[in-house]
């Protein structure tokens, strides 16, 4: 089923990454795509594929810039991250730094629908109750995008990972998927 909804959607959506593509390459120097190992299914370990939405060397900065975090736990987010580009933060608005993702999508390592997929660091600190975020495989959306995004405190958008473990099925992807539609257009929780 997602070979079927995701090659045509990649056919639609290519002329938009070009644009997207240009608009990253004219407004700062450095790649225009962000590749960062990412946890999965199973605990198996994969590149994971954005628009660059920050400097170039925005990881090269975490530490100047970790005094500024506005999550809890694990997480590393920033409200006003002062290294996401101006591009970077109207692509973040409706999430369409995430659209190369559609690549792990056909490569079998994301679905369209599922917990976000964290990284190494946030999911090393997790315990054994929070990594049963990790018995289905990653999704490009999940229960914690449609429901908050950037606003959950940690504790919430874990609580909500696990219920999709327990409860997923098709009604319920249909909901996510009905709901992500207007989680992007709203842009709520977005950062």
């Not at 090659?7 to 962000?34: D, K, N, Q, S, W």
Request: charged share 25%.
């Amino acid at each position: 089923i997602a070979l079927a909804v995701v090659v045509p959607l990649l056919v639609v959506v290519a002329p938009l990454m070009a644009l997207i593509a240009l608009a990253i390459r004219l407004e700062t120097p450095g790649p225009v795509f962000f590749r960062q190992t990412r946890v999965g299914w199973n605990g198996r370990r994969f590149t994971i594929y954005k628009f660059r939405s920050m400097v170039q060397d925005a990881g090269q900065q975490d530490e100047a810039v970790a005094a500024l975090n506005d999550a809890d736990g694990p997480l590393f987010k920033i409200r006003d991250d002062p290294r996401v580009t101006r591009v970077g933060r109207a692509l973040r608005r409706r999430s369409l730094d995430e659209l190369p993702q559609l690549l792990n999508v056909l490569r079998g390592e994301m679905t369209l629908r599922g917990p976000r997929p964290l990284i190494v660091r946030e999911v090393v600190q997790m315990t054994d109750w929070e990594l049963r975020r990790l018995l289905v495989t990653p999704g490009l959306v999940g229960l914690a995008q449609i429901c908050g995004r950037s606003d959950l405190r940690v504790h919430e958008w874990i609580r909500l990972d696990t219920f999709y473990v327990a409860k997923q099925g098709p009604g319920m992807d249909l909901g996510i998927a009905w709901r992500a539609l207007w989680s992007v257009l709203l842009g709520k929780g977005a950062y």
